[in-house]
Structure formats: structure tokens, C-alpha cells
């Protein structure tokens, strides 16, 4: 068999038999069957005929799209903070990862052809605005951003990455904040607005310890754009005002379409500022990780532990499968995924449900109980079997 990227299918289709099928982007959520056949969503339907193909059993377990993290960082053997997408995704039933600027230009191609392309799972990548990227981020020893030294945001670099590469560019991002830009932040806004619109892609920016203030970031984002890290606990850079108000800019910024990021990370998730928050009417477009080297071992581990911590804020687990699915495929304006329908790409995770889960633990050391469990039995990306708990089952086979 060829690798995930090399379009050869198995003309052995695979019947998921049984299970509760939800499809948060379309509303339709009934017991039936799903059957893939080369590389695609051939049937949804109760009582689909058997066939000569494989079957799988998934009574009384969910069957969902392929989920999508929104905010992670996949260069992994490039940065010091990459993770290996392709080793915790499939577990996880997490088929499209976007990376939110572990790459510059300086090493944009590097993750492109040795991580994205040979990519077992989907991974969109955001470029960032400074041409190292995040390749000194995560030195512990090193109290060096990206942008400490201005003149890394070259806008030249970037528009011979989208001369070149544009097509395969899904964003860009900055880390507004002091640890990434020192005191840069009012001469880097605008340059990443500029090299947004210059590449016709969204714009992410993460906000976090000031300077710059989330007051001081938010102008320049526009409708599409994204705010990253919107429960965070950081002074000057949260949501919220020192009487724990939701700050007017954040107000306006959501009136004009500015999408809201969780993007978790080891120290961007707070219980209580998303409570309030949210009470307000904060709410997410997107429940993402920030998953990085740093944090998969603790708060975050994977992002079933992140969307079990909104089910804990009392969240319905049908809207919180939306904000992993529909909601950030139409954010990252990648329509096509994030659904499963008849027709489309053979994208799709199989969960046990269980009741009761583990003690969830935020970036402050606040703990809330999760309400349940979200289990992972099968992982199919791109009509590839990734992942699978079924006896039998052949990881790796295309349908």
C-alpha cells in the first residue's frame, strides 16, 4: 500500500456499522451505518447491505468527522516545540492539525516537504511573520522571542513564500506578546495586517503577557481574522477588564467578525476567566490545544482532554464536536472538512462515550471534574485507517 499522500485506494470498501452518527455542520445526528469506498463517504444509511469488504463494529459509539485542532504546533524535529502530529493524532482521532506559525519563511519549505507532505494526518500551516519562526521558542534557557530584533518581520521573505508556495499558506501568525516581541509590538501590528491582506489569508494573533494590550492588538484585526487565547489570565493581554468585564474592544472585535481561538497551551486556559467569559458572551469559534513539546504531557495532553473541559463548563457535547469540526474548517476556510456527508473525503473518528471522567487541571491549578470521556476506537484520514482498537483491523489500509 502507498502512504496517505499517494492516492492509491483499496477497492475494499469498509462498513462502519451501527453507531450514532453525528455531523455537527449539517445538523444530522441518527443511528446508521457509513460506508467508505475509495476514499470517499459512499453511504450513510440504516441497514446498509453487507459487502465483501471490512466491517467495523460501532454500536453505541459516536461516529464523527475527523476532528480539527486548530491551534497546534506540528514541527516537530524543526522547533523545539513541535510534537509529532502523525504519532499523537490518530490516537487522538484528530485528522487536520493547524500549525500556528512554527515556521518562517527562513524554514517554511523544510516543514513543508519533510513534515506536511510525508504527513500521515492533515496539516495546515500558518506562516509566521518572523522569518526564524518559533525555532528558538521552547528554550527554556533562552528569554529570546522571535521578534525581539524587528527586523525578522520581512515582508519580502514572506512574499516570496507566497510566490511561491501561496497555495499551501493557511494564515499568518504573531505572538503579540512581551516574551515574543519585547516592546515591538506597535511597529509589528501593522506589518502583520499588511502581510495578511498581501497574502490574501487570515490573520492570527496570539495575546498574552503586555505589552502589546489586547486593546492595543485588536484593531487590526478584521473580519475572518482570529484571536487566539481568549481565556487566558494574563494582565493587560485578557478578555476581560479589572472589574471582570468583557472589555469593549473584544465586544466590537466579535460585532465585526473576529474569530475566538481557545488555543489552550501551558499557560493560556483559565476555569474561571472562561466562565466569565463566556456568562458574557464570549464564546468560542474554535476549541483548540496550542498543543506543543511543553504542554502534551500536562494541562493539555491531547485535545479530547481540552473539549472534556468545556463539557466541565457545562458546554453540550454536540456544540463542543461543532468547535472541533464545522466551526474551525470554516474558519480556516477549508469548507470541505470538518463534515461527513456522502460524497466527501473518508475523514471520520469513532469514539466510546463514557460517563465520568478524569480531574481536569487549567493553567492556574483550578480542577474541575469532566463529565465524561471521550474514548478513540478508530481514526480514518484521507480514506487511511490510522488507528484502530478493533481486533483485526489492519492500521494503514486505505477504503
Not at 278 to 283: E, N, P, T, V, Y
Not at 346 to 374: C, H, K, N
Request: with cysteine; charged share 20%; net charge negative.
Amino acid at each position: 500500500m502507498g502512504g496517505a499522500n499517494s492516492g492509491e485506494q483499496s477497492p475494499e470498501p469498509l462498513l462502519i456499522r451501527g453507531g450514532r452518527v453525528i455531523d455537527p455542520g449539517s445538523g444530522f445526528d441518527q443511528v446508521a451505518d457509513v460506508l467508505l469506498a475509495q476514499g470517499r463517504v459512499a453511504a450513510i444509511s440504516r441497514d446498509l447491505p453487507t459487502n465483501d469488504g471490512a466491517e467495523f463494529d460501532a454500536h453505541g459509539a459516536l461516529v464523527v468527522p475527523g476532528l480539527i485542532d486548530m491551534h497546534t504546533h506540528a514541527y516537530w524535529g524543526g522547533t523545539l516545540l513541535g510534537v509529532n502530529a502523525d504519532k499523537l493524532g490518530p490516537r487522538s482521532g484528530v485528522t487536520t492539525w493547524v500549525d500556528c506559525g512554527s515556521a518562517g519563511a527562513a524554514t517554511f519549505e523544510g516543514f513543508l516537504y519533510h513534515v506536511i507532505r510525508p504527513s500521515r494526518v492533515r496539516i495546515l500551516p500558518l506562516i509566521n511573520l518572523s522569518y526564524i519562526g518559533l525555532t528558538a521558542a521552547g528554550n527554556l534557557s533562552m528569554d529570546v522571542g522571535e521578534l525581539h530584533d524587528w527586523r525578522f518581520a520581512d515582508l519580502r521573505e514572506l512574499a516570496r513564500m507566497r510566490d511561491t508556495h501561496g497555495g499551501e499558506i493557511a494564515g499568518v501568525k504573531l505572538r503579540a506578546s512581551n516574551n515574543a516581541c519585547g516592546e515591538n509590538g506597535p511597529m509589528l501590528l501593522p506589518l502583520a495586517r499588511e502581510a495578511a491582506d498581501m497574502l490574501g489569508v487570515p490573520l492570527m494573533v496570539h495575546v498574552g503577557a503586555a505589552p502589546p494590550t489586547i486593546d492595543e492588538v485588536l484593531p487590526f484585526l478584521a473580519e475572518g481574522d482570529i484571536l487566539t487565547h481568549i481565556y487566558n489570565p494574563a494582565l493587560g493581554g485578557g478578555v476581560l477588564d479589572a472589574r471582570g468585564k468583557l472589555r469593549t474592544s473584544v465586544r466590537d472585535a466579535l460585532a465585526r467578525g473576529v474569530r475566538m481561538d481557545v488555543g489552550h497551551g501551558g499557560s493560556s486556559f483559565s476555569f474561571r476567566i472562561a466562565e466569565l467569559a463566556m456568562d458574557q458572551g464570549l464564546l468560542p469559534d474554535a476549541i483548540s490545544t496550542d498543543l506543543h513539546a511543553h504542554n502534551v504531557d500536562g494541562p493539555v495532553f491531547d485535545l479530547l482532554a481540552v473539549m472534556a473541559k468545556f463539557g466541565a463548563l457545562g458546554m453540550d457535547l454536540v456544540e463542543v464536536l461543532r468547535l472541533v469540526t464545522a466551526s474551525p474548517a470554516t474558519v480556516m476556510r477549508h469548507p470541505e472538512l470538518g463534515r461527513l456527508g456522502v460524497g466527501g473525503e473518508a475523514d471520520l473518528a469513532v469514539f466510546r462515550l463514557e460517563a465520568g471522567g478524569d480531574e481536569l487541571v487549567d493553567s492556574e491549578g483550578q480542577i474541575r471534574q469532566a463529565p465524561w470521556r471521550l474514548r478513540n476506537e478508530l481514526t480514518v484520514c484521507r480514506g487511511q485507517v490510522l488507528h484502530s482498537f478493533e481486533d483485526g483491523r489492519s492500521e494503514g489500509r486505505h477504503y
